[in-house]
Every structure is written in structure tokens, then in C-alpha cells.
């Protein structure tokens, strides 16, 4: 099994760039797992919609139309990322860990992408296993949204 680790970052007020969390990607030669982990508050949309100190928390002005985005989404809760005071919606397999002011997002994060990090290969291996286990047309590559980009060959 092989794994790819990607961190994601978020630009702050200030325009400085801040981690908030990592997308893994797995592959054990039979099929790709894909787990997305981010360092913040986990939010359901009842907090939002019935907290007005939570909306002017995340800048929401019409709940409305939060609402509308958060359903047509299909998101499974809300993060609030403290570090850079904005938010997200979650899929239904994303992992909020805990924000605390005491720990850096950095090692919040290295608690969870450690086992992975002993699998973790590089970028050209990584496609290299992608290309091993999937046929090159097949549109499973994608879906996993790997990072894998197919050509396409014209015959004329």
C-alpha cells in the first residue's frame, strides 16, 4: 500500500497562507481510499441557522441563501477554521479534529497523517501505482480526484 499526503491551505485576513488541513489519498494495488481532515469547529447547520452570534462569527448575512448553498452542497456539516476565520462544508467522510489554541495545526494534524506518512511515496510513484492499478481511460481515476490528469489521443 501506498500513500499520497497533500496539505491544504487557506489564505488569511492578512493574505498570509495557513494550513488547515490534508487530503490522503491510499492506494493498496485494488482500490483507492480518500480521507480529508481539517484542524477547526465542527458546525451542524442548526447551529447556524438558530445561533446569530455563530452567523456573524462566520460573516453569514443571509441565511437563506447559507442554507440554499449548504443543501445544494450536499454537505454533512460546517467547519469554522479559527486560523483563518472563514468556513467550509464537509462531505460525509471528512474528519474535523479539534482547533485548540494550545496546539499548532501542524501537530494536530501529524497525529492523524503519521500512519500514512510511513507509505507515503512520491508524486511520480504515485501515478506510476494509479496507472498499475486502473486502466488509463478508466473513470474511477477521477472520481477519487487523484491527482491524475489522462491525454487525449485524436486519430485523425
Known amino acids: 500500500m501506498v500513500s499520497k499526503i497533500d496539505y491544504v491551505y487557506e489564505m488569511d485576513k492578512s ?17 483507492v481510499k480518500s480521507f480529508e481532515y481539517y484542524v477547526g469547529l465542527s458546525l451542524n447547520i442548526n447551529d447556524v441557522i438558530n445561533n446569530t452570534s455563530i452567523q456573524e462569527k462566520l460573516g453569514v448575512r443571509n441565511i437563506a441563501s447559507f442554507e440554499r448553498n449548504y443543501y445544494a452542497a450536499n454537505a454533512a456539516g460546517i467547519v469554522y477554521f479559527p ?37 507515503e511515496v512520491s508524486s511520480e510513484e504515485f501515478k506510476e501505482q494509479i496507472e498499475n492499478t486502473f486502466e488509463l481511460d478508466d473513470p474511477m481515476v477521477e472520481f477519487y480526484d487523484l491527482p491524475y490528469t489522462r491525454t487525449r489521443i485524436s486519430t485523425k
Open 83 to 119: 486560523q483563518t476565520g472563514s468556513y467550509g462544508f464537509l462531505g460525509k467522510s471528512d474528519t474535523v479534529i479539534d482547533y485548540s489554541e494550545d496546539k499548532s495545526v501542524e501537530e494536530s494534524l501529524d497525529i492523524v497523517v503519521a500512519p500514512f506518512r510511513e507509505m
Open 15 to 31: 493574505n498570509e497562507a495557513q494550513l488547515i488541513g490534508a487530503k490522503v489519498a491510499t492506494i493498496d494495488g485494488y482500490a
